[in-house]
């Protein structure tokens, strides 16, 4: 099948979070099922365009048409499709920009608008998130009335609802589409354009990136105003688990820590920890249980929860060691605790090498998520043997499991209410069991054996992209005519 995945940011070419992970990952498995798939993105001034290109397409939006050019690049073996139209991409950042309505409203357009220039006409295309969800829209309804696109195939992933592109009516009128998509079964919400929901009404198969998130998307606590709209689309709706990146994600090759180890030489993470605790000025102490947060510091990865309960951790003789970038409400106690307290140290940057150290050299990993879609820290963790601590929303549900209630299945510990206490508790539970001793190796081997890969996740997809064209087929005229 030929897939065209379109994504805002796809490592190693632009990354801001687990989207970019994903986009970087899953063509490649996509491939090795022998599917042909390319990367659709646009071209950021970060991103390196030595060669001429494939040509220049014009791109139809606010009533006039912009000469874009279309440049190459890959990702390993998956070939990528740059959009390289100066004025809204030729910037440092991926996002953040007072005009990323029409930014992204221009690469919805661009998705379609260069397939006749790139010669390669796909079965489907794979929109990721609001930033290329309005692609779907256009398809199915500007683009309709096109014998090329219309057998074109559209699923559209949430990685989050959250995050769905909401502008004004002016926005709505620049991107030109019809008229008649300006109404609540269409585009517009809540007297707003919404770029996801276009998505989700104009796609043929929406999924999002658990299937505990799935579910709960539907409901009104985790919709975000959405959750209607999706019950009523229940039909078209799935969950997939992402899987994370064997090659970029592996501790027995990882280049950037200072012990490789495997499953059966695991004690080699106590050297991991020394290093890192040297490195990040924590005190040597080996029993002193390390906890490690790698993570955007922001409301929905539970910094509201953290932030009070920091002293009672150390309390427990806990060290904590967090990376991470985000809001200035929780970026600024965590300096002030970091330059105050011993045994915590927060590292307020992006920096992938300081990354993998803290995979690597910490006992747990901390992820107390209010909500999270799929998550990408816990399951990266388990593959380096540290054991997630978590709260059990969305995908961290379906990845981890406590080992109280499954002493010899469990990989972790859970706490099910966004509340202090019970994240105190569960943290209290996991050091008890370290200190134990008792199960321990058993449990970071578990951890180890957990299967992260995507594999699973690239056949169900697959599964999804059949579905998806299959019910566009029986829409095409040209079919229609031979089967009656
Ligand atoms: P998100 O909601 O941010 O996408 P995920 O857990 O799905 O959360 O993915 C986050 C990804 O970004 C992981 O690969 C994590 O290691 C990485 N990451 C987050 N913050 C930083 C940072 N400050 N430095 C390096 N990597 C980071």
Not at 216 to 235: A, H, K, M, V
Not at 386 to 395: D, S, Y
Request: charged content about 20%; glycine content about 10%.
């Amino acid at each position: 099948m030929k897939i065209l995945f379109a994504s805002a940011e796809a490592y190693p070419l632009a990354k801001v979070g687990g989207l970019g992970d994903v986009a970087g990952s899953l063509p490649k498995a996509l491939r090795d099922l022998g599917h042909d798939v390319r990367i659709v993105m646009p071209r950021y001034a970060t991103i390196a365009a030595s060669n001429k290109g494939l040509g220049t397409f014009s791109v139809a939006i606010g009533g006039a048409d912009h000469e874009a050019r279309l440049r190459t690049s890959n990702i390993e073996d998956v070939p990528v499709y740059l959009v390289d139209f100066t004025p809204l991409f030729d910037r440092p950042k991926v996002y953040e920009y007072p005009d990323d309505g029409q930014r992204f409203a221009f690469f919805g357009r661009a998705i379609l608008d260069l397939l006749p220039v790139a010669g390669w006409w796909p079965d489907i295309v794979h929109l990721n998130d609001w930033h290329s969800a309005l692609a779907a829209a256009y398809l199915k309804t500007t683009f309709s009335g096109d014998a090329r696109y219309r057998t074109i195939g559209c699923v559209m992933t949430i990685h989050n609802l959250q995050h769905q592109g909401l502008f004004g009516r002016d926005l709505f009128e620049w991107t030109g589409l019809p008229a008649e998509t300006w109404n609540p079964e269409g585009v517009e919400f809540y007297g707003k354009m919404n770029f996801l929901k276009a998505g989700i009404v104009y796609a043929d198969k929406v999924t999002t990136v658990s299937p505990t998130y799935a579910a709960e998307i539907q409901t009104p606590e985790y919709g975000y105003n959405l959750d209607g709209l999706l019950r009523s689309r229940t039909g078209k709706l799935s969950g997939i688990l992402n899987g994370i990146d064997y090659t970029v994600w592996n501790p027995a090759k990882d280049p950037h820590i200072a012990a490789r180890y495997t499953k059966s030489t695991h004690d080699r993470k106590t050297e991991n920890k020394a290093s890192l605790q040297k490195e990040v000025g924590l005190p040597a102490s080996p029993p002193a249980p390390l906890i490690g947060i790698v993570s955007r510091v922001t409301e929905q990865k539970g910094f509201s929860l953290l932030i009070p309960a920091i002293p009672d951790i150390l309390r427990l003789g806990a060290q904590i060691v967090l990376l991470g970038t985000g809001e200035k409400v929780y970026e600024e106690p965590l300096e002030r605790l970091s330059a105050t307290k011993t045994g915590v140290v927060a590292y307020l940057k992006y920096d992938e090498v300081l990354a993998h150290r803290i995979y690597a050299g910490s006992d747990f990993f901390l992820m107390p998520s209010k909500f999270e879609p799929c998550g990408l820290g816990q399951m990266i963790s388990l593959r380096y043997g540290t054991i997630p601590i978590v709260r059990a929303t969305g995908g961290l549900s379906d990845t981890v499991g406590d080992v109280a209630a499954d002493p010899k299945g469990g990989n972790g510990f859970l706490f099910s209410k966004f509340s202090g206490p019970e994240l105190l508790d569960a943290i209290s539970r996991a050091v008890a069991f370290y200190r134990k001793g008792r199960g321990w190796r058993a449990l970071q081997q578990r951890a180890m054996a957990t299967d992260l890969s995507w594999a699973a996740s690239a056949r169900a997809y697959a599964a999804v992209y059949t579905a998806a064209t299959v019910g566009n087929l029986t829409r095409s005229p040209q079919l229609r005519t031979r089967s009656s």
